[in-house]
């Protein structure tokens, strides 16, 4: 009986790249679930800083309107939505 050196060629390469692509796998599930944490992570700060930014904005614009700060509010808000503006966030009053 003839061996068929092809067909054996053939089964081994599938065996290895089975191996391999499992390997893969393994790998990139771990590289996922460590960037999954991050992100998790990455968002719980996000929140926090946001939390913080706007009661310090709320805090200052009720001192502002406390203290009867009229020219600084004024000034306030012009760097503001232009800061905004610039980000895209609001459209451009003036072309």
Do not use: C, H, Y
């Amino acid at each position: 009986m003839e061996v068929n050196w092809i067909v054996i060629g053939w089964i081994i390469d599938m065996i290895l790249n089975g191996i391999v692509w499992v390997i893969i796998a393994a790998f990139g599930l771990v590289l996922i679930d460590v960037t999954d944490k991050w992100t998790r992570k990455a968002i719980q700060l996000m929140d926090v800083a946001d939390k913080w930014i706007r009661k310090f904005v709320e805090d200052s614009l009720e001192w502002i309107i406390e203290k009867n700060l009229n020219i600084f509010s004024a000034f306030l808000f012009v760097i503001l939505f232009g800061v905004l503006s610039q980000l895209g966030i609001l459209p451009k009053l003036i072309s």
